[in-house]
Nanobody, 123 residues
Framework: QVQLAESGGGSVEPGDSLNLSCTASGRTFNFLYMGWFRQTPGNEREFVAGQLERGYSGDYSDSVKGRFTISRDEPAKAAFLQMHNLKAEDTAVYYC????????????????WGKGTLVAVSL
């Protein structure tokens, strides 16, 4: 059974940085595409960032481009999200995802999810 375990959320102030990690288990071969969505109360999950395996560059939403960087450690079946210059509007629950399809156009295309980790940005 595939499981995605996230870590690294927390409470920070605007301008601070946080790093999220996601490690997959339950499968011997890697996922084609891994990354993060985020969700705020009353809203649908929105795509944040994703990266194909084998060293392709990442995909980012316009709202985080230039501030967030995604990377993968493929032998470890892990993905990482470095978040810099965090803003109050980045506050959300961040969900790691994994899939064997690309591109991901909506959360309905994602077969595997982590449980989510809260990122709270406020003074």
């Amino acid at each position: 059974q595939v499981q995605l375990a996230e870590s690294g959320g927390g409470s920070v102030e605007p301008g601070d940085s946080l790093n999220l990690s996601c490690t997959a288990s339950g499968r011997t071969f890697n996922f084609l595409y891994m990354g993060w969505f985020r969700q705020t109360p009353g809203n649908e999950r929105e795509f944040v960032a994703g990266q194909l395996e084998r060293g392709y560059s990442g995909d980012y939403s316009d709202s985080v481009k230039g501030r967030f960087t995604i990377s993968r450690d493929e032998p470890a079946k892990a993905a990482f999200l470095q978040m810099h210059n965090l803003k109050a509007e980045d506050t959300a629950v961040y969900y790691c995802f994994a899939a064997d399809v690309y591109p991901i156009t909506s959360d309905r295309s994602v077969p595997y999810w982590g449980k989510g980790t809260l990122v709270a940005v406020s003074l």
